[in-house]
């Protein structure tokens, strides 16, 4: 069976995505039958991914494109792929765009920061997701360099210098990929020397049927390069990608540490003594004003510390849980909005909802506020948006919505300018923070536990 190479090159993105919706028969490179395999040792490249263990940083870019035609009907996709890999901070991060023939736009992400690990799916309005794993066991990244084909043959040009890296130059033709049925192709590699890494690699295949199968003929060009090379030393994650909390210590004997944007919950065999002079002791080393601790649930404590210079507040509160004592953390802020995202005036009638409340991404059983706008967040965790009503009429709106769903407002804060509402229902605790800047109302609704 004849392998076409617009559908080997367009494989690994399967990776990411759950499905490959409309890519038309897509086979991975390692599918191809043994016998059009020629034995590695003889080829040039036989993995794209060599040598970048060794270095310390890096950046990838990704370029794929096709335009021809599909049994008469012109078309067009394309694919672009960056990533970003720091070894000293755990950061490797990919972002995804890609535009199929249809004319659909998709991005997505996937890339872990120490120890959490972000997601987002194909959904045109799915959020970035993220889980925090101490155990360092978590799902390994895809990276552009895993879309790049083999290379059996190539020509050698000469020793030049890319990037700031010595690199040897290679041209391609049809004989590169070896027995895979190739038209035209030409382009060139630059491989590293010393390292043998992938610096750059460009090429361009034209061809028909024979080369591209579905009755489809065209021209495809492949962009990768990579930059930054052992000098990558920042990353910002994508917008719409918190952090997870940082900067809060925990108890020496800590155990099953969970990590969210803006929350924090584990488990200590320490006393509830121990745990709030703990934080007091750390907290107020570090800035924060600690208010009376109170009492919570099953004779649990919950106490509020405010930041002595930032507007931005800690929620404690410590439960039992069977012999251990749990200890859950929330860092309540006013929520940040997109300079770009405002609201029209207030006299502009308020749109009615359009979402489905269980698609909000709000924690189940949170009511959503009509005409809510400009969602941001993590989905069941913190989620983020604005209102056009003043303040106070959403701030009445949520206490008489949290109680008439059954949830106990949490006592402790009523005095504290600017404290947001705080819910208790079983085992679930809600924030509620609601500010208001230049006319428009944020809420920021947090899961604590």
């Known amino acids: 069976m004849k392998r076409h190479l617009i559908l080997l090159l367009a494989a690994g993105i399967c990776s990411i995505v759950s499905a490959c919706a409309g890519s038309g028969g897509i086979v991975s490179p390692s599918a191809v039958p043994e016998e059009q395999v020629i034995e590695q040792t003889s080829m040039l490249l036989p993995d794209p991914g060599r040598g970048l263990d060794a270095l310390a940083s890096y950046h990838m870019h990704f370029e794929k494109m096709f335009t021809g035609e599909a049994d008469g009907i012109q078309v067009h996709s394309s694919l672009e792929m960056d990533a970003d890999e720091i070894k000293a901070d755990q950061v490797r991060f990919v972002t995804m765009k890609e535009e199929d023939e249809t004319g659909t736009s998709t991005r997505l992400l996937q890339g872990r920061v120490t120890n959490a690990y972000y997601s987002k799916s194909r959904e045109p309005k799915s959020l970035c997701k993220v889980t925090w794993d101490d155990t360092n066991q978590l799902t390994p990244v895809f990276r552009p360099v895993d879309m790049l084909p083999k290379i059996f043959t190539a020509k050698r040009v000469g020793a030049e210098t890319i990037n700031s890296i010595p690199v040897i130059h290679y041209t391609l033709d049809t004989k590169s990929f070896g027995k895979l049925d190739v038209e035209q192709l030409t382009g060139g590699l630059w491989l590293a020397e010393p390292g043998g890494y992938v610096v750059k690699l460009l090429m361009t295949i034209n061809g028909t049927d024979r080369t591209f199968g579905n009755g489809r003929s065209g021209s495809q060009t492949i962009n990768y390069e990579l930059t930054r090379i052992n000098s990558n030393t920042q990353f910002i994650l994508p917008e719409g990608c918190p952090m997870v909390l ?70 404690l509160d410590i439960t039992r849980a069977g012999t251990k004592q749990q200890v859950n953390i929330a860092r309540l802020q006013p929520a940040v909005r997109n300079a770009e995202s405002t609201l029209p005036s207030k006299a502009t009638p308020a749109p009615a909802d359009t979402m489905d409340p269980s698609k909000s991404g709000l924690p189940a059983e949170i009511p959503l506020y009509t005409g809510a706008e400009n969602f941001k967040g993590i989905a069941g965790i913190r989620m983020t948006f604005d209102v056009r009503d003043p303040m106070d009429t959403v701030k009445t709106f949520y206490k008489d ?44 609704i947090t899961k604590a536990k």
């Open 401 to 444: 919505a949290m109680r008439k769903a059954s949830w106990s407002q949490i006592p402790g804060t009523e005095n504290v300018p600017g404290a947001p509402l705080m819910f208790k229902k079983g085992d679930s605790t809600i924030i509620i923070q609601i500010t208001e800047e230049n006319g428009v109302t944020t809420v920021a």
């Open 246 to 315: 940082t900067g809060i210590p925990v108890m020496p004997d800590a155990e099953k540490v969970s990590k969210y944007p803006d929350t924090m919950r584990y488990l200590t065999s320490s006393s509830m003594e121990s745990i709030l002079a703990f934080y007091k002791e750390k907290l107020e080393a570090d800035g924060w004003k600690s208010a009376n601790a109170h009492p919570f649930q099953d004779g649990g404590k919950i106490q509020m510390f405010i930041h002595s210079e930032k507007p931005e507040s800690l929620l």
